[in-house]
């Protein structure tokens, strides 16, 4: 049994799980009676609600008032999957999905919303009785995410902000956790904002007035350039937590990045065409359920590009202003991912655009590229590898600024993805290009490696690249650094550096998972709590999902960490 | 009375109308609520009939909304599996296949069939727990195997 101390700021510590307080939502009544008796059985606080409107009014009026949400996926009012959204960034709680369809888009549209666990009905109570495990691991996630963000490798501040945990908990062997965190032990404490772990347990809400805070601080401090720290410092709002702003940047990312995603698709979509090459190819994955890429069997070849693109457009719709440079925080993850695939040739200047403005942004939370949607039909390994292909219809644009960063994560990992063919970049990041490139500075890179020092060194081999190509965006030869062999990181490369490391990484990340390495996991679960989520099968099943474009139909499983990136534009 | 009740209860079971998921509700069933089953049943039975008209009045309607017709499928067949009514649910399952295949009388037929279905698992349902008041306030189910 673990006892958490002090860890959750409601007063049932000491009998957790028992009181663990649950808000059911749910149209169906007969689900709702049932829910409700099998949560009382597990001695778990019942609320239900019939409309998913309701439930949000109930959320946000009693902030502090739940643990924990399950939630089914179709509802009348509202999509299961926008509520998801919605708690998930504004209120932070961890939310299970349910459904009597389990069909495995499904499923991963959840997994990309941020749902840390999707049931099947008819649901057990077995099932019930094990969710205080999510409400759990977010709070570990939390400080560790936090603190990893910082890039804060401090050992101490783990170990202080553990000392809750450490102590009070009985992780139950987890302490490895903050010693995983730190992975690279460092120990640089720098921070000392993750003071006390156990204050960071108030869970801030964020307003829609913090937010435009934030999101203003953000944008003056210029989206590749942002860091919790800076964030903080500029939105003076002195209750704040370093640790909050990190966390909710990651949130805003992953946001940004799915709204890229989807602006993306829609705009790009022209052509998504499987297999033909460049500028279209399937890009138009972005939502597309099986983006018409010869590929169709494949679904995750074009369905993965999806998440890109989309990231991307969101990235610069969330910079809030029209311009989709601004989307820094594009969730890099995705476009590499798609790019990768599928730019095998044609594709190699647009593609990498797109993918990166995503990278970049998701670098941070994660590094979730799996949204390689690539839409090109193009077998990716898909089947070998979680290799995430990427199909972006990224028009051939030459990214100005180039996506400096394209991470490619190690270039082995695009290899596996050879098959991207086609990563057409969708020329809707032409704009993006440019502002993507220059916001994926390295600044942005920055960010990318604190999730790296929590990873592992994938990161840091994604991340250096991209550094390293930053400058050289335009060219494709940053993709190519960055991939290796894929084409497809040359294409990739020339959009948004950042964009396809990500995407490399994340295939990198979902590479190493099928490896075993488990990096894609501590990726993922930044701050995901989702985590379990990353497990390796999965993984396999599904090659990572960029940012969960949800809008794209092609539901490929977006990394949680990607994920994460869609969420923080949630607020936008 | 009681062994006329589980004998009910097992056909119920062999004979495919019910499945597992109704272990589970009677399992929930305790001295809070001693009439949690039945009343799960009334409630589904009240809940579904609305979705059942609904899909009725769609198939009214030429040519058929194939997309509506599945969400509504979707919604039932969910509601099905809350009790356990496995008949039901399959039937649910196969409607949903010729939505999606845009088959419009294998639509009609199907739901035909369903309604049956539910109509029979209702009646049978029904006797059941009539017999249950009436053998007693007993636990009226040993869990199949």
């Known amino acids: 049994m673990v006892f958490l101390e002090g860890g959750f700021s409601s007063p049932r510590n000491d009998a957790f799980p028992a009181g663990l307080r649950v808000l059911v939502v749910d149209d169906d009544p007969t689900w709702l009676k049932i829910l409700e008796k099998m949560l009382k059985k597990c001695s778990y606080e019942v609320t239900t609600c019939g409309l998913a409107r309701d439930a949000l009014s109930l959320l946000r009026e009693r902030k502090d008032g739940y643990d924990i949400v399950i939630s089914d996926v179709n509802m009348p009012d509202m999509d299961g999957f926008k509520l998801l959204e919605h708690v998930g960034l504004e209120m932070d709680l961890p939310v299970i999905m349910m459904s009597v369809d389990g069909e495995t888009s499904r499923v991963m ?246 993918s990166f403005d995503h990278s970049l942004g998701s670098v941070d939370s994660g590094v979730s590229f799996a949204s390689f949607g690539s839409t090109n039909p193009s077998p990716y390994s898909w089947t070998d590898i979680p290799e995430i292909q990427f199909k972006q219809e990224y028009e051939p644009f030459q990214p100005e600024n180039g996506f400096n960063q ?83 990181a040359q294409r990739n490369m020339n959009a948004a550096g950042i964009g396809v490391p990500l995407a490399s990484l994340s295939e990198d990340l979902q590479i190493c998972w099928l490896q075993g390495d488990g990096y894609p996991m501590n990726f993922a679960l930044q701050d995901f709590e989702c985590s379990e989520y990353n497990n390796p099968a999965l993984i396999a099943e599904t090659p990572f999902y960029l940012f969960g474009a949800p809008r794209f139909d092609h539901e490929h499983l977006l990394d949680p960490t990607e994920y994460f990136a869609i969420d923080q534009g949630l607020f936008a | 009375m009681r062994r006329q009740l589980q004998t009910m209860r097992k056909s119920l079971f062999d004979q495919g109308y019910l499945d597992e998921q109704f272990v589970q509700l009677e399992e929930l069933q305790d001295d809070a609520n001693p009439n949690f089953v039945e009343e799960v049943v009334t409630l589904y039975y009240r809940d579904s009939g609305r979705i059942i008209l609904n899909i009725e009045q769609a198939l009214e309607r030429k040519p058929f909304d194939f997309n509506k017709l599945d969400a509504y499928m979707h919604q039932f067949k969910g509601s099905s599996s809350s009790i356990g009514a496995k008949k039901v649910k399959a039937e649910s399952t196969l409607f949903r296949e010729y939505c999606r295949s845009r088959n419009g009388e294998g639509c009609m037929r199907t739901f035909q069939q369903l309604k049956k279905e539910y109509a029979t698992l209702r009646r049978k349902l029904e006797a059941y727990f009539q017999l249950a008041r009436q053998a007693g306030p007993v636990e009226t189910a040993c869990r199949p195997k």
């Open chain 1, 109 to 354: 549209k959840g997994v990309q919303h941020g749902a840390c666990d999707y049931l099947l009905k008819p649901i057990r109570m077995k099932e019930l009785r094990n969710i205080w495990q999510h409400v759990f691991r977010k709070k570990i996630h939390e400080v560790r995410d936090i603190e990893s963000l910082e890039g804060i490798e401090s050992i101490q501040l783990t170990r202080s902000g553990c000392d809750l945990f450490d102590d009070g908990y009985f992780l139950g062997g987890d302490d490895t956790t903050s010693g995983r965190k730190r992975k690279d032990a460092d120990n640089k404490h720098e921070d000392r904002d993750l003071t006390d772990p156990s204050t960071k347990k108030a869970r801030v809400v964020w307003t829609v007035d913090l937010h435009q805070k934030f999101v203003r601080a953000v944008n003056q401090i210029g989206f590749d350039k942002v860091g919790p720290k800076k964030i903080l410092d500029l939105m003076n709002v002195p209750w704040l937590t370093r640790e909050n702003v990190a966390s909710h940047l990651q949130k805003y990312r992953l946001y940004l990045s799915r709204l890229q995603k989807e602006s993306d698709i829609k705009n790009s979509f022209i052509g998504m065409k499987h297999t033909d090459p460049p500028s279209k190819d399937s890009t138009a994955s972005f939502g597309l359920h099986k983006p018409r890429n010869t590929m169709p069997d494949d679904v995750l070849n074009g369905t993965y590009s999806f998440s890109m693109s989309n990231s991307l457009a969101q990235s610069v719709d969330l910079k809030g202003q029209a311009d989709r440079n601004g989307i820094t925080s594009v969730p890099m993850a995705e476009p590499k991912g798609a790019l990768s695939k599928d730019i095998s040739d044609s594709q190699k200047t647009k593609s990498s655009q797109m």
């Open chain 1, 406 to 488: 394209l991470p490619l994560p190690e270039p082995s990992m695009i290899e596996k993805d050879v098959n991207r063919s086609r990563t057409e970049v969708k020329p809707l990041f032409d704009e993006y290009r440019s502002n993507l490139v220059e916001h994926l500075s390295p600044a942005d890179l920055v960010d990318l490696f604190p999730v790296q020092s929590k990873n592992q060194t994938l990161k840091n081999q994604v991340f250096n690249p991209i550094s390293a190509t930053k400058s050289s965006m335009k060219t494709k030869d940053i993709s190519q650094n960055c991939l290796a062999d894929s084409e497809f």
